[in-house]
């Protein structure tokens, strides 16, 4: 495995050093460098500290594990490959994201898995341990959001305006959702055995990557939501 010492290089000597590096990386003192591993593919990569912005951009097949914390805008427009983060993310995290799996350990901020779509048989998967901010799943188009709601917290699970504009999709809730509001244009139900079964491959994977217990998650109710129309915004703009 190539190691690579970040302390002091910018983001642009980091991104050049892992492109001419072979085989698998090791980042060390990683610290707010943006664009790390853009559009790679068959590669394998782990970082300590933090990475900046873009976190796997792009991301073609390579697999990310990040040993700490993430910044915004993780695995914007991935098409394929895997992001663990063992810490929490920020913003727009999946933002596009059109393939792969993005699994977090903590929180995510504001408009996780905006715009995220699939295509044929691309299905992109963001599971997310702990609670998500507001504008969660913003405009979905496609693709499964996860959160699980791990950490206690007076928080709800997911905050204001989740699942705005969603038309394509869906999102899976470990709580009963009471008191969360959403969006008319969705359809929100426990999830049934066919949600859960089709949940349990996903979640089998993170826990073994975080040392939990997919019997004991499952075991919690789950809140499914959908949307009920793939043009949400009809009454708004389309007179009757």
């Known amino acids: ?44 990569i782990t970082i300590q500290g933090t990475p900046g912005n873009a976190l796997g951009a792009y991301l073609n097949g390579a697999a990310i594990r990040v040993r700490g914390n ?20 920020g913003d727009a995290a999946g933002y596009a994201m ?4 993005i699994y977090v350990r903590g929180n995510a901020g504001y408009r996780a898995g905006i715009h995220m779509k699939e295509y044929q048989d691309k ?7 702990g609670k998500a901010g507001s504008f969660l799943g913003e405009y979905q188009a496609g693709g499964v959001i996860v959160v699980l709601g791990l950490e206690a917290s007076d928080r709800p699970i997911v905050s204001n305006f989740p699942c705005t504009g969603m038309h394509g999709g869906k999102m899976l809730l470990r709580s009963d959702c009471k008191g969360i509001r959403f969006p008319e244009q969705v359809r929100v139900a426990p999830a049934d055995r066919s949600a859960l079964d089709g949940l349990k491959k996903y979640l089998d994977e993170y826990c ?23 043009n949400p915004y009809h009454q708004m703009y389309v007179a009757n």
Not at 9 to 37: K, P, W
Not at 123 to 129: A, E, Q
């Open 98 to 101: 059109r393939g792969g799996k």
């Open 1 to 44: 495995m190539k190691r690579i010492d970040a302390a002091g290089m910018d983001y642009a000597a980091l991104n050049e050093a892992i492109r001419q590096s072979r085989g698998d990386v090791e980042i060390t003192h990683c610290l707010g460098q943006r664009f790390i591993a853009a559009g790679l593919s068959d590669r394998s």
């Open 123 to 129: 299905v992109p998967v963001m599971m997310i341990g």
């Open 70 to 89: 993430a910044q915004d805008a993780v695995g914007d427009t991935m098409n394929d490959g895997s992001i663990v983060i063992d810490g929490n993310i």
């Open 208 to 230: 073994a990557l975080f040392g939990l217990d997919a019997g004991e998650l499952l075991s919690a109710p789950f809140t499914v939501v959908t949307p009920d129309t793939k």
